[in-house]
């Protein structure tokens, strides 16, 4: 269940933690209007499968993912939810497993050369490389990528906005992930101005 075409308009994907699910639909909202069509809610807090499905309901016009999978399980409760994607920091055969059964289009995480092609021989062409900066970064994503031509990446780990713009320049990064632009003492104070102003310098990235 790749990703790839499903996702094939996002350039800049937030990486969201939600601690408070009332938040989310204003944040959808605030990210969309910046115009930032996809949003990675991850599993890490209590708070992250009611806000996937508040999104999903009341902003249907954001691609809304779960992300930080981390076992088989996830797949069904995410896609319960309404996540329309998922994203997972690794891989292993029964969380591709689950989302294959499922129809769940996934970005597993991938960071050597071997876990890209043992993904790439079971059919995803888009992976999360992870975590990016201090798996090697730029340098390394080049090195990596350049005999794998097939493949696509998501960065995500350690992305600033600057790294961002460098990333997207590379020609086998389809986007990047970031949780830049919805820092935690913002999204902790409902500061839905100041997000919209990184979302909206975030959406510039892609263009």
């Given at each position: 269940?790749?990703?790839?075409?499903?996702?094939?308009?996002?350039?800049?994907?937030?990486?969201?933690?939600?601690?408070?699910?009332?938040k989310?639909?204003p944040?959808?909202?605030?990210?969309?209007?910046?115009?930032?069509?996809?949003?990675?809610?991850?599993?890490?807090?209590?708070?992250?499968?009611?806000?996937?499905?508040?999104?999903?309901?009341?902003?249907?016009?954001?691609?809304?993912?779960?992300?930080?999978?981390?076992?088989?399980?996830?797949?069904?409760?995410?896609?319960?939810?309404?996540?329309?994607?998922?994203?997972?920091?690794?891989?292993?055969?029964?969380?591709?497993?689950?989302?294959?059964?499922?129809?769940?289009?996934?970005?597993?995480?991938?960071?050597?050369?071997?876990?890209?092609?043992?993904?790439?021989?079971?059919?995803?062409?888009?992976?999360?490389?992870?975590?990016?900066?201090?798996?090697?970064?730029?340098?390394?994503?080049?090195?990596?990528?350049?005999?794998?031509?097939?493949?696509r990446?998501?960065?995500?780990?350690?992305?600033?906005?600057?790294?961002?713009?460098?990333?997207?320049?590379?020609?086998?990064?389809?986007?990047?992930?970031?949780?830049?632009?919805?820092?935690?003492?913002?999204?902790?104070?409902?500061?839905?101005?100041?997000?919209?102003?990184?979302?909206?310098?975030?959406?510039?990235?892609?263009?």
């Amino acid at each position: 269940m790749d990703a790839s075409s499903l996702l094939a308009g996002a350039r800049v994907i937030p990486v969201v933690v939600i601690q408070d699910a009332n938040k989310a639909v204003p944040l959808a909202r605030c990210l969309a209007g910046a115009g930032l069509e996809s949003i990675e809610v991850t599993l890490r807090t209590a708070a992250a499968l009611d806000a996937i499905a508040r999104i999903a309901a009341d902003v249907p016009k954001m691609l809304v993912g779960a992300g930080s999978l981390r076992k088989a399980a996830h797949v069904a409760d995410v896609q319960k939810a309404g996540a329309r994607f998922a994203v997972a920091p690794g891989a292993t055969d029964k969380l591709l497993d689950a989302a294959e059964a499922a129809g769940m289009p996934m970005v597993p995480g991938a960071a050597t050369a071997s876990e890209m092609m043992h993904l790439f021989e079971r059919g995803y062409l888009l992976q999360k490389f992870f975590p990016a900066e201090l798996a090697g970064g730029i340098p390394y994503l080049k090195a990596v990528g350049a005999p794998l031509p097939e493949l696509r990446f998501v960065p995500t780990g350690g992305i600033s906005v600057e790294l961002a713009k460098a990333y997207l320049a590379l020609a086998h990064v389809a986007a990047v992930g970031g949780s830049w632009i919805t820092p935690k003492s913002l999204l902790d104070a409902g500061d839905f101005d100041a997000i919209a102003c990184l979302a909206a310098d975030a959406a510039r990235l892609g263009m």
